[in-house]
């Protein structure tokens, strides 16, 4: 017996020598603060995009236009590479409007698809901006204009030439001069479409959806199309990470199995010489056509469903989407998500909210900047790569004609170094500016620059944002969007007050989630607080539930 108590006491000692020991050695050790600033971005095609019109954007030369070096000098604003600072977007893509020389001041007229417009500088700064771009963790893509050419561009004015000199009676021919087969000429005004007059030439035309200034490029002949394969080449290997495709739907009028034929050409010979390259096609339309041409297997094409003073997201913000208001919208999100991927399984959403051909969102939102910063976090809570213009996060004006819609960059009130003079044409008293600079807004923690940067900074610390399979989750209160993103077996919940007041919101904690990890409201000292599972929103914000 006395040997039994012997081992219980050694077997009591050895266990409270063990406990000593795991207590020194940090055992009892207090969980580490969560870094809030904390980021966990993954270097794939899910991104938020930065639309840049470098006209407009930052003047290094005093010239009064935009340009390469100007955009250089602000790339910290896009994003400084540094999330433990508050004075820049995050943004980590970037979208350039056409960068090639031009005759126009919005250069989608492209002389030469292989250089820099003077205006905006060399080739040697566009390097110098992709090696910047490279250390901020920023994708680069630049539009590229395939429907079209200048009127200016060698292409057409040696065919021009060619046909003004034929004989009377003489056809042309592509073996002495390739280029009359480089675009759709025509012996005599066709009765439909938009054509115009061959210079020099009795009766032969050209045609020109947009305008005469930009010839439709003949993207039948094979031809042109090597010259595009080499053109896309040439900006790959500068480093470009993609391109936006202007007018998909243009190709050829109404013939959209032509058009997907086009894209899918384009998309292989890309794929296939940069593997991770992005790929945005615009076709300006709704959903039911938008969402079809993702069957040629690019990577996104534009969600103008979404879009505009008149689109999904203005229509819950503004009161006018029925009466479930943020609830509709989030089946109207899923039912986008839905079209979308029918078509292309492994397509990523590209939503935005304006850009360079639509009314700027302040107009839109009658100037509201509760209304704004909502609309700009709506965005950043949809899945794929979103795209912000230029301005609309400090609530620049504009609207009526294009020029209007591409306004200098407000920098500062103060100090008109770098503001350019903007489009010549620009109507002053249609680009109305309520807010602030970017300089007064950067330090003011109630300004929509500060929101949007915030909801920006939500897509960078939670993948599930961008990438996640969405379920919706139906509430008590048709004022709150709240729907659960998943990716790689990570979950969060993200609630949304798309109105003007608090709303009290009832999440069954079935869900998955404990807390309110975080906030972003119009209001920057208000947050969602948890009572039980009854969650209060402040007016127009987000919370981030895990």
């Known amino acids: 017996m006395n040997k039994v108590k012997k081992m219980l006491a050694l077997v009591l000692v050895l266990a409270l020598g063990i406990t000593a020991l795991v207590g020194c050695s940090g055992g009892d050790k207090k969980e580490e603060p969560e870094n809030e600033n904390a980021v966990n971005i993954i270097d794939d095609n899910y991104r938020t995009y930065y639309e840049v019109f470098v006209y407009s954007f930052y003047d290094s030369d005093g010239d009064g236009i935009g340009d390469i070096p100007g955009l250089i000098e602000k790339l910290d604003y896009i994003n400084d590479g540094n999330p433990e600072t508050t004075t820049d977007l995050e943004c980590n893509g970037m979208w350039l409007m056409p960068i090639h020389q031009a005759n126009s001041y919005h250069k989608y007229d492209v002389m030469d698809y292989y250089s820099i417009d003077k205006q905006y500088g060399t080739l040697d700064d566009f390097k110098k901006l992709v090696e910047e771009c490279d250390k901020r963790g920023i994708k680069l893509i630049i539009d590229l204009v395939m429907n079209h050419s200048s009127d200016k561009h060698e292409w057409f004015t040696t065919a021009s030439e060619y046909l003004a000199g034929l004989e009377e009676g003489q056809e042309p021919d592509p073996s002495e001069c390739k280029y009359v087969d480089y675009y759709h000429f025509a012996k005599g005004k066709p009765a439909t479409g938009a054509y115009a007059k061959v210079p020099g030439t009795m009766d032969w035309w050209y045609e020109c959806v947009f305008v005469s200034e930009m010839p439709d490029l003949n993207l039948e002949n094979e031809d042109v199309r090597k010259e595009f394969e080499e053109i896309s080449k040439f900006w790959l290997d500068l480093g470009v990470g993609g391109f936006r495709l202007d007018a998909v739907k243009h190709f050829q009028d109404g013939q959209d199995a032509y058009n997907i034929e086009v894209l899918k050409w384009f998309n292989d010979y890309v794929k296939g010489y940069k593997e991770d390259a992005y790929i945005v096609g615009e076709v300006y339309d709704g959903i039911g056509l938008y969402a079809k041409y993702l069957e040629s297997g690019i990577d996104s094409t534009f969600d103008f469903d979404m879009a505009t003073s008149t689109g999904y997201i203005a229509q819950t913000i503004n009161g006018k989407l029925s009466d479930t208001a943020a609830a509709n919208w989030g089946k109207k999100y899923v039912a986008t998500i839905e079209a979308e991927k029918a ?169 998955g989630y404990s807390k309110v990890k975080d906030t972003v409201a119009a209001n920057s000292v208000q947050t969602a607080t948890l009572d039980g599972e009854k969650l209060t929103m402040p007016a127009h914000s987000i919370a981030i539930l895990k």
């Open 343 to 511: 078509y292309n399984e492994d397509y990523i959403m590209a939503p935005f909210i304006s850009n360079h051909d639509v009314d700027r969102i302040a107009p839109g939102y009658a100037y509201d900047a509760g209304k704004i910063k909502m609309a700009i976090g709506m965005l950043h809570m949809m899945n794929g790569s979103t795209f912000l213009y230029y301005g609309d996060e400090v609530g620049l004006g504009g609207s009526g004609i294009d020029q209007n819609k591409r306004a200098p960059m407000p920098w500062s009130s103060t100090n008109t170094t770098g503001i350019t003079n903007g489009p010549g044409a620009m109507q002053a008293d249609m680009v109305i500016n309520k807010f602030a600079s970017v300089e007064e807004q950067i330090k003011d923690p109630e300004s929509i620059f500060n929101y949007a940067r915030k909801t920006i900074r939500l897509r960078n610390k939670y993948p599930e944002i961008a990438r996640g399979e969405v379920e919706l989750i139906e509430t008590d209160n048709i004022n709150a969007c709240v729907m659960k993103k998943t990716y790689n077996d990570s979950s969060i919940i993200i609630v949304m007050n798309t109105t003007n007041k608090d709303q009290v919101v009832t999440i069954p904690k079935s869900n």
